[in-house]
Nanobody, 124 residues
Framework: QVQLVESGGGLVQAGGSLRLSCAAS????????MGWFRQAPGKEREFVAA????????YYADSVKGRFTVSRDNAKNAVYLQMNSLKAEDTAVYYC?????????????????WGQGTQVTVSS
């Protein structure tokens, strides 16, 4: 079992930055691919970014490409999402998730464990 806890959310003005963290306990994250998803009020959960455990390849939704960066620190058993140039449409609850897979990481069904989420609000 993997327990995931997100932190770093908050209120920021458009154009600003936030860094989300996802801390894991229970097992090492080094053999898990990690993903970030978000869900805005009244909308379905959507993929944001992912990083594979094997090789460290990263993947991004088109809406965040060039603005967000996903990274991992296996020594700290943590994953991060650096969010720059934030827009009002980035407002959502952000979730991190862990998967044993290295393909299909854009799909929520590929993930085995989820955190509780952290709220990100971007004011325009």
């Amino acid at each position: 079992q993997v327990q995931l806890v997100e932190s770093g959310g908050g209120l920021v003005q458009a154009g600003g930055s936030l860094r989300l963290s996802c801390a894991a306990s229970g097992r090492t994250l080094s053999t898990y691919s990690m993903g970030w998803f978000r869900q805005a009020p009244g909308k379905e959960r959507e993929f944001v970014a992912a990083i594979r455990w094997s090789g460290g390849s990263t993947y991004y939704a088109d809406s965040v490409k060039g603005r967000f960066t996903v990274s991992r620190d296996n020594a700290k058993n943590a994953v991060y999402l650096q969010m720059n140039s934030l827009k009002a449409e980035d407002t959502a609850v952000y979730y991190c998730a862990a998967s044993k897979r290295i393909i299909g990481l854009r799909f929520g069904s590929s993930y085995d464990f989820w955190g509780q989420g952290t709220q990100v609000t971007v004011s325009s």
